[in-house]
């Protein structure tokens, strides 16, 4: 099992620029989210998924957009990138999200960044 | 905003002896889990603690949670070299009825041969 993995690993785009990150998981799992990492702030949730065709906010949610089309996969797209969005970008699973079962499976990260 | 707040931020010991962070949080929770991250790396679990336990080990780790106090600490006992890492809380506090987790902001652990 790959577990989960994420595309690309590094990506430099200009203000205003489009792009989307793709994770993939092949554990069969039913929650899937994307954090953002920054110097110091820890780890932020983006949106997360319940399920294949579900969405919902997270905590930083602005200025992206996420689709599950597939159980599998899980894409994060910023439409217009700005500078405050350079980071590293986490994609997790889990299997039910059950309380007391819920330990999340990370990808390896993606590095963003934004001029 | 951050549910889990780690401390210290930063933590240098010598091999062999044995290190502890602490982590706080504000609201009710579910589980408290702890993660490891080395540099340049995704997160991996360590170990999860439910609400309704007090104290819990794995291998090396020892992981107590007092939830009248809202807080937990991990101890890594006879640290390695291969320990160093950021270490972070994260608390799952089923507000909306889905399992989601808030983390911390990290302890940076560096153990010297």
Known sequence: NAGVTQTPKFRVLKTGQSMTLLCAQDMNHEYMYWYRQDPGMGLRLIHYSVGEGTTAKGEVPDGYNVSRLKKQNFLLGLESAAPSQTSVYFCASTPLGLAGYNEQFFGPGTRLTVL | ?113
């Open chain 2, 1 to 113: 905003s951050q549910q889990g707040e780690e401390d210290p931020q930063a933590l240098s010991i010598q091999e062999g002896e044995n290190a502890t962070m602490n982590c706080s949080y504000k609201t009710s929770i579910n589980n408290l889990q702890w993660y490891r991250q080395n540099s340049g790396r995704g997160l991996v679990h360590l170990i999860l603690i439910r609400s309704n336990e007090r104290e819990k080990h794995s291998g090396r780790l020892r992981v107590t949670l007092d939830t009248s106090k809202k807080s937990s600490s991990l101890l890594i006992t006879a640290s390695r070299a291969a320990d160093t890492a950021s270490y972070f809380c994260a608390t799952d506090n089923m507000n909306s009825g889905y399992s989601t987790l808030t983390f911390g902001k990290g302890t940076m652990l560096l153990v010297s041969p």
